[in-house]
């Protein structure tokens, strides 16, 4: 087939795509209780939800971080072989970096205003709203049984994370994402994740979202709400597989904002004014 008969095609199935990203989050409901979040039903196209499935790399292509959890990196940097990393690379890059993120933030946008406005104040607040946001760190997390991550929130730089359940068939339901409300909260005074209950916060789960396959968690990383996950250790379910990323301005075009900071404030992004990186 010729070459431009096959990137016809190509941008034919991404605008299809494009179109059924647009009606599912059109179709879900932006919650704030216990903080902006949304779930998002058959996010995917049926079709394309499981050619992944039909593609989800073994097991011993995760890098191993300890007997409950490993992760599955798509990226060029990544260590799987060619074969594994193409169609998930592809899926970051084109579906949820080049599709759905952009969807997202304009759901998010005032909330995102809101955010920015908490950590920065005006103008800087105005002024990093319109950097244009993206899609970064994608990766394909697998969890088993005795897997416990408290509430937390992510690093400062995820102004919203995604988290994507790729359920398979037979997979339970019950081992989904908690959302808990948190009081006595304060923004977190570094940039890596953040457990309000070891800074003096008390969380009260408000509710979790099932791990249904095709769902999508979204949801903005801000004080006064934080997320968690457990898989019981008798749990049946061997393994537990969803895709997380993360939503920000890229950090070139974020850091001589954060300069504009006072001392104090650029201390929590552990900024110092000799730095290329934070």
């Not at 997320?227 to 019981?232: D, F, T, V, W």
Request: with cysteine; net charge negative.
């Amino acid at each position: 087939m010729p070459m431009q008969h096959v990137d016809q095609a190509s941008r034919q199935t991404l605008e299809s795509i494009a179109t059924h990203l647009r009606e599912a989050v059109t179709h879900s409901t932006l919650v704030t209780d216990p903080g902006p979040h949304m779930v998002i039903t058959d996010l995917l196209p049926a079709d394309i939800y499981t050619e992944l499935l039909d593609t989800m790399p073994p097991p011993e292509a995760f890098e191993v971080a300890d007997k409950t959890k490993a992760n599955f990196d798509p990226s060029p940097t990544g260590s799987a072989p060619e074969h594994l990393l193409e169609p998930w690379s592809r899926f970051h890059t084109e579906i949820v970096a080049g599709l759905l993120t952009p969807i997202l933030v304009d759901v998010f946008r005032p909330c995102l205003a809101a955010a920015y406005q908490a950590h920065f104040g005006p103008p800087l607040a105005d002024a990093t709203l319109r950097l244009t946001h993206h899609a970064f760190q994608g990766r394909l997390m697998l969890r088993r049984p005795g897997y416990r991550l408290k509430p937390h929130r992510d690093k400062k730089q995820a102004s919203v994370t995604g988290l994507i359940y790729f359920a398979r068939p037979g997979d339970s339901r019950e081992y989904g994402t908690e959302l808990y409300r948190v009081t006595d909260d304060q923004q977190a005074p570094f940039r890596k994740t953040y457990y309000p209950e070891a800074h003096g916060g008390h969380a009260e789960l408000v509710r979790t979202v099932p791990f249904v396959g095709n769902t999508a968690l979204i949801f903005m990383n801000v004080p006064g709400m934080a997320h968690g996950a457990s898989i019981p250790r008798d749990a049946p379910q061997p393994e537990r597989y969803a895709y997380q990323f993360y939503i920000g301005p890229p950090k070139s075009d974020f850091l001589p904002l954060v300069r504009h900071l006072a001392p104090e404030q650029a201390a929590a992004w552990n900024v110092k004014m000799s730095d290329d990186e934070y």
